[in-house]
C-alpha cells in the first residue's frame, strides 16, 4: 500500500451532547486522493463526525487536523479547502441553477468573470449544462444532488464530503454521481462518501471506515476487512460431499488459487480467490466422493458491514 | 467581509425582487398617497395667520375623512414591513435545508445574520425614504408652500426615527426566526407580539395606572399628573409608545413635551399660548425615547447574534 499524504488526522477525537456521546474516541487518518468510505447504522456518530471536520460543531475533546489545519480555530481556511454536500441539498428554489452557484462562488470570494468560467466548468462537469438557467423548482432529486455536487466542485477543494449523495436516486442518477466522484479522485481530490448504499460504497471506496455507536470499528480497504471478517479469499465456495475424507481436503487444497479449506458439520467450506467450481467437482469425484451440492457467493460489503455492526 | 457583503446583496436583491415585499410596497405606496391626499384637502381649515410651520402640518392633520394622520399610518406600517422581511430570516434557511450548505461555505457564521439584517435595514432605508419624498413632492404641489430649514431638518428627523423603528421590528422578527424553528410560528408569534404592544399596550398601562394611583372627577391635579406620568411610563415599554412620542415632539413643535396632560395644565394655568420648541430642545426632550429605542433594537439584535452564532448544527 502506498503510503500517500494524510489529509484529515484525528485522534481520540470525542463529542458528547449531554450526557449521549455522540462520538467516542475517534481515530481516523485519510490520504490525499482516496475514496473513503464511512459507514455506520443511523446515530452512529457519521454526521457528527462530518460536522465536526467542518467545524460546524465543536469536538469536546481530542485532535483533529483537515489539511493541517485546526478546523475550530481556522474553520475559514478549513471550509476553503474542504467542500460539503449535506444529506438531501436544499437550494433557493426561486432563483436559476446558475444563479444558485452564482451566490456560492461569491460566498468562496470568486471574481465575476472567475466565478463565470468556473461555473461553466462544473455544470459540464455534472452535466447540468442545458439546465443552468432552469429554476430550481423545476429540479428533480437527482438533478439537485448533482448541483449540489456542482456546488462542492466551485471551490476546487481538497476534499469533498458526501453525506449520502446516492440515496433516492433512481439508477441512471446513480450512475452518474459515481463516475463524477471517481473523476475527481483521479484528479488528487479526497472524497468522503457516508452512504448506507453499500454496494455504490463498494464500487467506489477504495477504503472505508464502519462506524458503531459513535465507535470507529473499523478501518482498511475493502479486501483487508473482508479477509479479517470471512477468511481469506474473494470467494466462499460451500460444498455438500459424501463423504468427506482427509483424501478429498487435501485434493482441493491443492487446486491452484485455494485460500482456505474448513470442514465444519460436514459441510467443506472453501475460501479461493476464482471461481473454481469445476476444479473442486473433479477432486471430490477423483476421490470417491460424491459432490451433493455446491454454493459459490463472492464476499460482499454488506457481510463485512453487517459483521462489524452486530458484532457492537 | 466579502462574505458579509455577498450575503447582503444576495439578500437584499432577494428583499426587493420578492412578491410578498412587492404588494406590501404597492400597499403602502397607496394607502400612504391616499392618506396626504385626504389631509392636502383639510389642511386649509386647520391653518391660521399665526402657524409658523404649515409645510409640516401636511405630516399631522388628520383628513375629515381619515381619522388618522401620516405618523399615525406610519406607525402602523412600519412594524408589519419589520416583520415581513425578518420573519422567515433563519429558519426558511433551515427548513429548505440551505443553511448548512450555507455554514460550510468560508464566511463567518456571523456574517449571515449580519448580512440578512443589513438588507432589511436597507430595504426599510429604501422604503421610508422614498415614501416619504413621495409624500412631500405630492404636499408641494397641493399645498404650494415650501419647507422651511428647520422642517426639513425635522422630516430628516422623522425618517431616521421611522428606519429606527423599523430596525427594531426587524431584529425582533430575526430574534423569532432563530428561536422558532417553523416560518409560521414565528410569523404568528411577532404579529401577537406587535398586536399586544401597539394596540393593546395602551389599555393596559391604563388599567395599572388606574388601579395603582385612583382618580376620579374630584381628584387633584397633583393626582391626575401622577396617574398620567405612571400610565406613560409602562406604556413606554411599547416600542410604538416611543415612537409616537418622538414624531409628536418632532413634528408638532408647538406641543413640546410629550405629556399633553401636563402641557394642557401649564396652558390653562398660565394662560398662554407656548411658543414652538426649537428643533435643538426638541431632539433633547425626545433624546431618552431615541435611546431607549436603540437599546431596544441592540437587545433584540444581540441576542439573536449569540443564539445564532453558539447554535450547534445537528445533522437533523
Redesign the interface.
Known amino acids: 500500500m502506498s503510503q500517500a499524504t494524510s489529509i484529515i488526522e484525528s485522534k481520540d477525537l470525542t463529542k458528547r451532547y449531554g450526557n449521549f456521546t455522540a462520538v467516542d474516541k475517534l481515530t481516523l487518518t485519510i490520504r490525499e486522493g482516496e475514496i473513503f468510505g464511512l459507514l455506520g447504522p443511523n446515530g452512529a456518530g457519521k454526521t457528527t463526525t462530518i460536522l465536526m471536520l467542518l467545524g460546524l460543531t465543536e469536538p469536546t475533546s481530542g485532535m483533529l487536523k483537515v489539511c493541517g489545519y485546526d478546523p475550530l480555530h481556522e474553520a475559514i481556511k478549513v471550509k476553503r479547502t474542504v467542500g460539503y454536500l449535506p444529506e438531501r441539498v436544499g437550494f433557493y428554489e426561486d432563483l436559476t441553477a446558475r444563479q444558485n452557484l452564482d451566490y456560492t462562488a461569491a460566498l468562496n470570494g470568486l471574481s465575476h468573470a472567475e466565478a463565470e468560467r468556473k461555473i461553466d466548468e462544473v455544470l459540464d462537469t455534472v452535466g447540468l449544462k442545458p439546465k443552468s438557467d432552469q429554476l430550481l423548482s423545476q429540479f428533480s432529486l437527482g438533478m439537485k444532488q448533482r448541483l449540489g455536487i456542482a456546488d462542492v466542485l466551485i471551490k476546487n477543494p481538497k476534499v469533498a464530503i458526501f453525506d449520502e449523495p446516492t440515496s433516492g436516486i433512481d439508477p441512471e442518477g446513480v450512475e452518474q454521481i459515481l463516475s463524477i466522484i471517481l473523476g475527481m479522485a483521479k484528479r488528487k481530490m479526497s472524497v468522503i462518501l457516508s452512504s448506507h448504499q453499500l454496494h455504490h460504497v463498494q464500487r467506489v471506496c477504495s477504503r472505508v471506515g464502519i462506524m458503531a455507536k459513535g465507535h470507529l470499528v473499523a478501518e482498511d480497504s475493502i479486501e483487508n476487512l473482508g479477509k479479517a471478517t470471512l477468511g481469506e479469499g474473494k470467494f466462499r465456495i460451500e460444498v455438500q460431499a459424501a463423504p468427506i475424507t482427509e483424501k478429498v481436503v487435501q485434493a482441493i487444497k491443492h487446486i491452484k488459487g485455494i485460500a482456505s479449506v474448513e470442514v465444519i458439520d460436514n459441510v467443506l467450506k472453501i475460501g479461493s480467490e476464482s471461481d473454481v467450481r469445476n476444479l473442486i467437482a473433479r477432486a471430490i469425484i477423483d476421490n470417491d466422493s460424491l459432490a451433493t451440492g455446491m454454493k459459490i457467493e463472492e464476499y460482499n460489503l454488506e457481510k463485512i458491514y453487517l459483521k462489524y455492526v452486530k458484532e457492537q | 467581509m ?2 458579509l457583503m ?2 447582503f ?2 439578500e437584499l436583491t432577494d428583499n426587493l425582487s420578492s412578491k410578498r415585499f412587492l404588494i406590501l410596497l404597492a400597499l403602502i405606496y397607496l394607502a400612504g398617497i391616499a392618506t396626504i391626499y385626504v389631509v392636502a384637502q383639510s389642511i386649509r381649515s386647520s391653518v391660521d395667520a399665526n402657524t409658523q410651520f404649515i409645510f409640516i402640518r401636511l405630516f399631522t392633520t388628520s383628513g375629515e375623512d381619515l381619522p388618522f394622520s401620516f405618523p399615525f399610518f406610519m406607525s402602523l406600517f412600519i412594524p408589519i414591513v419589520g416583520i415581513a422581511l425578518g420573519f422567515d430570516a433563519i429558519n426558511s434557511e433551515r427548513s ?3 443553511l ?9 457564521r456571523d456574517a449571515v445574520i449580519n448580512g440578512k439584517f443589513l438588507a432589511g435595514l436597507t430595504t426599510i432605508t429604501i422604503l421610508v425614504v422614498s415614501l416619504v419624498a413621495i409624500v412631500s413632492g405630492m404636499g408641494l404641489r397641493m399645498i404650494g408652500i415650501p419647507p422651511g430649514a428647520e422642517e426639513i431638518l425635522r422630516i430628516f428627523g422623522f425618517i431616521f426615527i421611522s428606519i429606527l423603528y423599523g430596525a427594531f421590528w426587524l431584529a425582533l422578527s430575526i430574534l423569532f426566526s432563530i428561536v422558532f424553528k417553523r416560518t409560521a410560528t414565528s410569523a404568528l408569534f411577532t404579529i401577537a407580539l406587535w398586536i399586544l404592544l401597539f394596540f393593546f399596550m395602551p389599555f393596559i398601562a391604563n388599567g395599572i395606572g388606574n388601579a395603582m394611583i385612583p382618580v376620579n372627577e374630584n381628584s387633584t391635579l397633583e393626582l391626575a399628573a401622577k396617574n398620567d406620568e405612571l400610565t406613560r411610563n409602562i406604556s413606554r415599554i411599547s416600542p410604538s409608545t416611543l415612537y409616537g412620542e418622538t414624531v409628536q415632539v418632532l413634528l408638532y413643535p408647538e406641543m413640546g413635551n410629550p405629556s399633553a396632560l401636563l402641557m394642557m395644565i401649564s396652558i390653562y394655568s398660565s394662560g398662554l399660548i407656548p411658543r414652538p420648541l426649537s428643533l435643538l430642545q426638541s431632539l433633547l426632550i425626545t433624546w431618552p425615547q431615541l435611546v431607549s429605542l436603540i437599546a431596544l433594537t441592540a437587545i433584540c439584535f444581540s441576542v439573536s447574534y449569540i443564539l445564532f452564532t453558539r447554535e ?4 437533523t
Do not use: D, F, H
Not at chain 2, 312 to 315: D, F, K, N
Open positions: 466579502s462574505g455577498s450575503v446583496r444576495k429548505s435545508r440551505n448548512s450548505r450555507l455554514l460550510a461555505q468560508p464566511i463567518y450547534e448544527i445537528r445533522s
